[in-house]
């Protein structure tokens, strides 16, 4: 009897022990299960606030009548070719005034690998408005987004028929609402920024600190206008283009990193913006916007000279108009070689004409 209830006592420890690992075992899975209907419950409830959001849009639907687009490039079809328009109204209503668009970026989106190119054009560059020859900045104020949408495509053969318009208040409000983006500060335009700062604190309210040295700075909603308007320091627009794309590239890099506090952004400003793009499109590039990124980002046009024309306005006038359009469309498209339309080789035609700057 002895001998038997020896032999039956490890037997009971190894299973006190298997049904202590398959209890853990079970406990782990319990865990993992409901980690995983908690983030999708998260998931969910982000999405609806984020449906519910973009439902809050207010687009403004453009007058196809007055829209020009151009399709001679087929490799346009694989992306998706949006207009970013800053303006300078004061207003909240951004259709209410006749505004300038002093920061203009096409936006093109390669809707297979997510890929998003950046081209800021500058805002003094000679261009044909509906026949007018000025500078591009122009054409918002003369006839709004659609004169604005039109001139681009009809100078540089685009296909763009959305944008977004925002204005300085907004772009402030999305800073603010991530928590700031981190950018560089530069000694030789401090003293420009600073007094820039202090304008927007004026006109968006606020008292946003002004820098007493150069360094990396995490730079509120005022401060980041500010830095994205200085253009009287090195070489004038071109800078500021360049920083304006700096700012929208840090805004995106903070969203994606910090995508709750993005969606926070999104709630605040959206309604606020000025667009055409739909709600399901807009829930589309919403959804995308994490596996988004930014591939390359420049200004145009690539080559250009600065002049005074005959009424006593200095320009960019692109050296050649038709040179810089191949050039785009092989920088955004990937395509060789491509042919201009015939209307941009009236216009280029034209520029150089007026300007006499390739006889």
Not at 93 to 116: F, H, P, Q, Y
């Amino acid at each position: 009897m002895k001998d038997e209830q020896k032999k039956t006592k490890p037997i009971a420890k190894k299973t006190v022990k298997k049904k202590r690992r398959k209890k853990k075992r079970r406990s782990i899975l319990f865990k993992f299960i409901l980690l995983i209907e908690i983030l999708f419950i998260i998931a969910v409830a982000l999405y609806a606030i984020l449906i519910n959001t973009i439902n809050t849009i207010q687009t403004t639907s453009l007058n196809d009548a007055e829209l020009i687009t151009v399709h001679n490039d087929a490799n346009m079809k694989n992306y998706t070719n949006i207009a970013l328009f800053g303006v300078d109204t004061r207003s909240e209503d951004l259709a209410s005034e006749k505004s300038r668009s002093d920061a203009i970026i096409i936006v093109s989106i390669n809707n297979d690998t997510k890929g998003v190119k950046l081209t800021s054009v500058y805002r003094d560059t000679y261009c044909s408005v509906n026949g007018t020859y000025t500078k591009i900045n122009h054409a918002y104020a003369y006839g709004g987004p659609e004169l604005a949408i039109s001139t681009l495509n009809r100078n540089f053969d685009l296909d763009i028929s959305q944008y977004a318009t925002v204005n300085f208040k907004i772009m402030a409000n999305i800073v603010d609402a991530i928590g700031g983006i981190d950018l560089k500060v530069e000694g030789d335009f401090i003293d420009d920024l600073n007094k820039y700062i202090k304008e927007v604190n004026k006109l968006n309210g606020g008292d946003s600190s002004t820098f007493s040295s150069a360094g990396t700075y995490t730079l509120d909603g005022n401060q980041a206008v500010a830095y994205a308007r200085i253009r009287h320091n090195q070489n004038g627009d071109i800078s500021r283009a360049g920083r304006q794309r700096m700012v929208l590239q840090a805004i995106m890099k903070k969203g994606q990193k910090h995508p709750v506090a993005f969606l926070k952004a999104m709630k605040e400003v959206l309604p606020q913006v000025q667009t055409n793009i739909d709600s399901k499109t807009l829930r589309n590039l919403a959804l995308n916007a994490l596996s988004y990124e930014i591939s390359q980002q420049e200004g145009f046009p690539y080559d250009h000279r600065e002049a005074r024309l005959s009424d006593g306005l200095y320009y960019d006038i692109p050296t050649t108009l038709e040179e810089n359009v191949i050039l785009l469309h092989k920088n955004l498209f990937g395509t060789e070689d491509y042919q201009i339309s015939d209307e941009l080789t009236t216009i280029n035609n034209k520029i150089m004409w007026q300007t006499g700057l390739y006889n």
